[in-house]
């Protein structure tokens, strides 16, 4: 079972073709990038499908971030994943950002709650509260960096994301994990949601109001 998975909300541009039958990622990119992601994404797909001797016609689904993020970076993957999966005709999954961060985290051997946690500006974080097992403890929430402490469960925590730095505090047994601290288009393809297989387009993730409003077919999306 193909999937091809991106990701574009943060600070990167992330592709992966997996096999989720055996778990074998077939092809994989990634380049870290601020601007960019609309003109990237499209070569980048094709960059790995290519690899893979085009398998277009062997894909199951597609597979997407959705937020939070910044609004183009969100609008970007999930445009893309939404067209992908209109025009081969098959579902699109998806799985939030801190989510996929959360999932980074390989080695938990004391079976911590992982935090996953997003320098998002203007002096807050996206930040979201995991068991050992991935389950969500919290909602995803936008909160002041001064007030994210008050959002991590009592006792040792692992910590990942590019906000974790806030928050780390040995004393308190809140630990900074050896984890990557963005999304992976591999993670994503392994692990996003697909029994039963999402009906519906996926919709983003925002947890703060926008600046601006987009133009456009997907001008229904607003900004973080």
């Given at each position: 079972m193909l999937i091809l998975a991106l990701d574009t909300c943060l600070q990167a541009c992330s592709v992966a073709l997996c096999d989720r039958a055996s778990g074998e990622v077939l092809a994989h990119r990634h380049e870290i990038m601020e601007r960019g992601q609309a003109e990237a994404m499209p070569q980048m797909a094709d960059e790995v499908m290519t690899e893979h001797g085009d398998p277009y016609d062997k894909l199951a689904f597609m597979a997407v971030t959705r937020g939070?993020?910044?609004?183009?970076?969100?609008?970007?993957?999930?445009?893309?994943?939404?067209?992908?999966?209109?025009?081969?005709?098959?579902?699109?999954?998806?799985?939030?950002?801190?989510?996929?961060?959360?999932?980074?985290?390989?080695?938990?051997?004391?079976?911590?709650?992982?935090?996953?946690?997003?320098?998002?500006?203007?002096?807050?974080?996206?930040?979201?509260?995991?068991?050992?097992?991935?389950?969500?403890?919290?909602?995803?929430a936008a909160v002041p960096v001064e007030e994210a402490a008050a959002h991590l469960p009592p006792g040792p925590a692992l910590l990942v994301g590019s906000g974790a730095q806030f928050l780390h505090d040995e004393a308190m047994g809140r630990i900074l994990a050896d984890a990557n601290p963005a999304p992976d288009a591999r993670t994503i393809a392994l692990h996003a949601p697909i029994d039963p297989a999402p009906q519906e387009l996926p919709e983003p993730l925002y947890l703060r109001a926008p600046d601006a409003k987009p133009q456009g077919p997907l001008a229904n999306i607003t900004e973080s």
């Open positions: 939070p993020g910044s609004f183009t970076g969100v609008r970007i993957g999930l445009g893309f994943a939404r067209a992908m999966g209109t025009l081969l005709e098959i579902p699109v999954t998806s799985m939030t950002t801190l989510e996929a961060i959360a999932r980074n985290v390989a080695h938990n051997g004391e079976r911590m709650p992982v935090a996953a946690v997003v320098d998002a500006r203007r002096g807050e974080v996206f930040m979201q509260v995991f068991d050992a097992g991935f389950a969500p403890l919290t909602e995803a």
